[in-house]
């Protein structure tokens, strides 16, 4: 029962927050025109998260393979003004009043980093959890840092893969990594794979396993060029490693043999320094 009024409290400040923010909003909330013939296009720095819309006279969709544009289109002509409202990976809410015109003034609207917003830790009664935004800010304070520690390595014809440093901020692990290709063949990366599994591998099981989904991993990561190099960072939720196990970071190479094994103890995860 105690849940349920916390549920709704929550509901309710969330509408009250909404909607005094609209209000006080209303001369300068940012105008949107779409039309039925032609495709209204918002582009985002950051990923978009979420997407409500006020009527089924809107209609908008991801594109596919980039979650960062938004399509927006009407589902007919003349419908009564309505409202968008776009949440941004950066933590921010983006509302827009929505009118039909014939031929729209723009069909490119463009959300950069730092663009007026609601926070979306103001409309949560819980803690903010990192954004995209932080997690890109940390990760390049992260690539800024000198050595962790000396550097856990593995190679295979050609392609060598690197850890330099295990960093923390609040209950996230940063993880630093260098991808270097000696070789003249671009090494594209299939699956980066991080579980928890007994030092000794013998007639293991896959339950055995303990998986571990980064949170994010920001720098060039998925492809890396003949002669290449490339540096990136992996937040991973905290954790610490049982006694008998190590953590297992694996890289497969998307339709090649090149793969690449990072042993990690304990003893190294819990000397990361705070970031």
């Not at 935004?133 to 000396?150: N, P, T």
Request: a positive charge.
């Amino acid at each position: 029962m105690r849940a349920k009024v916390v549920a709704l409290n929550c509901f309710i400040l969330l509408f009250l927050v909404l909607t005094n923010e609209l209000s006080a909003q209303t001369d300068t909330l940012p105008h949107l025109e779409i039309t039925t013939s032609k495709t209204t296009f918002i582009v985002s720095h950051y990923p978009i998260r979420s997407v409500d819309r006020g009527s089924r006279d809107i209609l908008v969709q991801k594109v596919n393979g980039a979650d960062t544009i938004l399509e927006v289109k009407a589902a007919r002509t003349n419908f009564p003004e309505s409202n968008l409202t776009v949440i941004t990976g950066d933590g921010l809410v983006h509302m827009f009043s929505v009118s039909y015109r014939l031929q729209p003034t723009t069909f490119l609207i463009v959300l950069p980093a730092g663009m007026r917003g609601i926070p979306l830790s103001a409309l949560e009664n819980q803690a903010h959890p990192l954004t995209d935004a932080d997690y890109e800010v940390l990760s390049d304070s992260v690539m800024q840092q000198k050595r962790g520690f000396k550097k856990i390595h593995d190679q295979s014809y050609g392609v060598s893969l690197a850890l330099s440093g295990i960093w923390i901020h609040e209950d996230v692990l940063f993880f630093r990594f260098r991808l270097r290709n000696k070789s003249a063949i671009a090494y594209d990366v299939a699956q980066i794979n991080f579980y928890i599994r007994d030092q000794r591998q013998t007639k293991r099981t896959a339950a055995q396993d303990l998986g571990l989904v980064p949170l994010s991993i920001n720098g060039e990561h998925e492809r890396v060029s003949g002669k290449g190099t490339d540096n990136f960072v992996v937040a991973l939720p905290k954790f610490t490693i049982p006694n008998k196990k190590m953590l297992f970071i694996v890289f497969k190479e998307d339709r090649g043999g090149r793969l690449l094994l990072l042993k990690i103890k304990n003893k190294r995860l819990i000397r990361a320094r705070e970031i």
